[in-house]
């Protein structure tokens, strides 16, 4: 008789977004032990489509700056002992669910896997320019935390594995969406930056407003070969290139212009 496998749990933190969560929640059903539900008091039909697939979900409400509280939050509501966080934009493909169960299925001496994250843009999926890449946010829940502001970093206890096995991530359906979506984020980018440097010179404000996107730009499309998905990876690098403009500019904001809207 096959000793019994390892539990997992997903966790789902969602607001607002009825048109993407079932998709995601159909990826994980059936196959996961449990699945966990942390919505910031979602004004669509965001809670009650989750409901219909698991008895977990709790409300909390949270300012869209501090992701790392609402993962930690999420971790703590897992009774399995491992967990994984999806985000509403991805699905767990079949090929990240038989190499996850595999794992569960034998011992291992790692304490998480970093598995492959596939990005799609516009519909592309997106093979080079460094979007491609590994994403560290499977673990045994006793395991892990989260640290940090908006881009949060899974600290670990223990080793790390690697799966080649991809989540599939559509974040973005039009540059409007794109645009809309980081613009928001820019503010709160710019709030942290200043929070962690306060005494911030004019100089290095400038650098990352005059040179630093051009640096990023060549990085992603000529470094990391974007210009192997054409007009997708043109693109993707100039608008992730105005991401890092955008936010010092908004840097920029907060010293000189603090009555600025």
């Known amino acids: ?14 607001k607002d977004c009825e048109d993407l969560v079932e998709g995601t ?12 539900v942390i919505d910031g008091f979602s004004k669509d039909k965001t809670a009650d489509i989750c409901r219909r697939y698991t008895n977990k979900v709790f409300q909390n409400r949270w300012d869209g700056y501090r992701f790392c509280t609402e993962r930690n939050l999420g971790t703590s509501k897992v009774s399995s002992e491992w967990c994984f966080h ?27 896997f970093e598995f492959r994250k596939k990005n799609f843009f516009l519909g592309h999926w997106m093979r080079h320019g460094g979007w491609y890449h590994y994403s560290l946010h499977m673990f045994r829940a006793k395991k892990g935390h989260y640290e940090g502001v908006i881009h949060e970093t899974l600290k670990v206890e223990g080793s790390v594995g690697k799966l ?9 359906n039009s540059i409007k969406q794109f645009v809309m ?25 400038f650098f990352n407003l005059k040179k630093k ?3 990023r730009f060549m990085k992603f499309y000529i470094g990391k070969r974007g210009y192997l998905d054409g007009i997708y990876g043109f693109f993707f690098s100039v608008l992730f290139a105005w991401v890092h403009f955008i936010n010092w500019a908004k840097v920029w904001e907060h010293r000189h212009c603090r009555s600025c809207s």
């Open 86 to 112: 999806i985000d509403p934009d991805e699905r767990a493909s079949t090929r990240f669910r038989d190499a996850v169960l595999k794992i569960l299925e034998k011992e291992t001496p790692h304490s998480a």
């Open 25 to 36: 929640l159909k990826s994980v059903a059936g196959w996961v032990d449990e699945i966990v």
């Open 213 to 215: 996107p051009l640096k």
């Open 1 to 14: 008789m096959n000793k019994k496998r390892e539990t997992i749990a997903a966790v789902i933190m969602t």
């Open 181 to 205: 979506r980081h613009n928001g984020y820019s503010k709160r980018e710019a709030l942290a930056e200043w929070e962690e440097n306060p005494g911030l010179a004019d100089e290095e404000i």
């Open 164 to 172: 080649e096995a991809p989540i599939e991530h559509y974040p973005f």
